[in-house]
């Protein structure tokens, strides 16, 4: 982990909560479902403006292990929303060089739905533009513990001595960097369980706007908020500035 200001820096990984989508619909009122449909949009705009801004990695949460405890009605319009959209967007997304994984318990989910992420995963996986990881069925809790398991069963002779790095490597996003900035859409200020071990020394940004109403302008205000902030990971501000300026304070 370097120790970096970010002025003038374009962040290489991204990590948002999408919220908001119930509350734009009430507030026009329509059904929370229609909330969703527009978020879809939502999300084509931000990887379109992601990829323009050379971010070489997105993270969007779209459905967490808790959010199984919404209204069966709602979640069953999650999950056929979720297999529209692999089946509409995948194409589009592979034309465009972007590589999309699925990350989380994909073992609750439909057959279907299971097929269609790992042909995408498949379809995608050479290319080499923007890294679009959705989130899905996920937590963090869910991840170390998970992690920690693999961890143990790739070396069972070992009892102890294990080290951050061990665990990091069995992590859902070990194939990314940790993420530079976080977003969260909707007013709430908390990460609600996302990406807990990788959120460490993230910067932390969240807006009133509801997710269907974020767009390439609101990603353009985070990334300039990013810019503006001095990433020390312990150290102080003129340490900073003497790596940034090669060593001469």
């Known amino acids: 982990m370097s120790t970096t200001s970010v002025q003038n820096g374009v962040p290489r990984h991204i990590a948002i909560i999408m919220d908001g989508n119930g509350r734009w619909a009430r507030r026009r009122f329509m059904p929370r479902v229609a909330g969703h449909r527009k978020g879809v949009e939502a999300v084509r705009a931000v990887v379109r403006r992601c990829a323009e801004r050379g971010v070489g990695y997105l993270t969007l949460f779209a459905f967490s292990s808790e959010n199984w405890r919404r209204p069966a009605d709602e979640v069953n319009f999650l999950m056929q929303l979720f297999v529209r959209a692999l089946e509409d967007e995948v194409a589009r997304l592979h034309e465009n060089g972007i590589r999309l994984r699925v990350i989380g318990d994909l073992s ?6 299971i097929e269609l992420i790992h042909k995408a995963e498949a379809l995608t996986a050479a290319n080499s533009g923007l890294n679009l990881t959705i989130a899905a069925n996920y937590g963090g809790r869910w991840d170390i513990l998970q992690a920690a398991e693999r961890m143990m069963k790739a070396q069972p002779e070992r009892r102890e001595g294990f080290s951050e790095d061990d665990l990091s490597a069995h992590l859902s996003m070990a194939f990314a960097p940790e993420p530079d900035l976080f977003i969260r859409t909707g007013g709430e200020q908390r990460i609600s369980n996302f990406l807990l071990w990788q959120l460490a020394y993230t910067e932390l940004y969240f807006t009133e706007a509801l997710w269907p109403e974020f767009n390439a ?29 090669g060593g001469h304070a």
């Open 108 to 113: 609750r989910f439909e057959p279907r739905l």
């Open 217 to 245: 302008e609101s990603i353009d205000a985070a990334i300039a908020s990013y810019q503006q902030r001095e990433r020390r990971f312990g150290r102080t501000s003129e340490q900073v500035q003497a790596a940034a300026s």
